[in-house]
């Protein structure tokens, strides 16, 4: 589609992870280095892990049209690229005020099949309640964040909006493709 997403510009700025005393133990496999005292995250690693997200978007829409994915974004300064993306591919999203039980609450209500939450760090709570409710989580994986629950982790800078934005409207518009065919393909048969 129209997002140039593994551009040079792209790669350099996803692959710029926390200083050194702050990178999570569990992600230095995930790290090719250090310059200047911050961990630089693997470039292949970034390209694996973001081509695997889309993939599993990908499949998930092609076998059920009706899939649903929640897109997951509490920081004010980046919510509004969270929302766009949600409505551009018609999809639900959750923006301010996340208390205990609201994916559990929004589940009872809507179809949710999996979700997309940018910043894993600041929204570990989210991802905790997701694994209960065995909810795949795609989220922005920066060299600071632990893993453990995030089925899609996707390596990246997450503190950049412009990443967010790139990322997030990627597999938004992988979602509108879907749908979009899936709607002409029904139309002609």
């Known amino acids: 589609m129209g997002v140039k997403t593994l551009d040079k510009d792209f790669l350099y700025y996803a692959s ?3 200083k050194v005393m702050s990178v999570e133990p569990k992600s230095y496999s995930n790290i090719s280095g250090f310059r200047q005292g911050t961990s630089v995250i693997n470039v292949e690693k970034v390209k694996e892990s973001f081509f695997l997200s889309k993939h599993f978007v990908k499949s998930l829409f092609d ?3 009706h899939s649903s994915i929640l897109f997951i974004n509490l920081d004010e300064t980046s919510s509004v690229i969270t929302r766009f993306c949600a409505l551009k591919s018609l999809e639900p999203y959750f923006i301010e005020n996340w208390s205990s039980g609201t994916l559990t609450n929004t589940i009872s209500k809507h179809k949710i099949d999996a979700i997309i ?3 894993t760090k600041d929204n ?9 409710l065995n909810i ?4 922005l994986v920066d060299s600071d964040t632990t893993v453990n629950l995030v089925s899609y982790p996707v390596w990246s800078n997450d503190n950049s909006v412009e990443l967010q934005y790139t990322i997030t409207s990627e597999i938004s518009d992988i979602i509108l ?4 065919t899936q709607f002409g393909m029904s139309c002609c048969g």
């Open 136 to 139: 795949p989580v795609i989220g």
């Open 177 to 180: 493709e879907s749908k979009l």
């Open 16 to 18: 710029l992870g926390h």
């Open 124 to 132: 570990n709570f989210i991802i905790q309640e997701a694994s209960k």
């Open 117 to 119: 939450v940018l910043s």
């Open 63 to 65: 076998v059920d049209v």
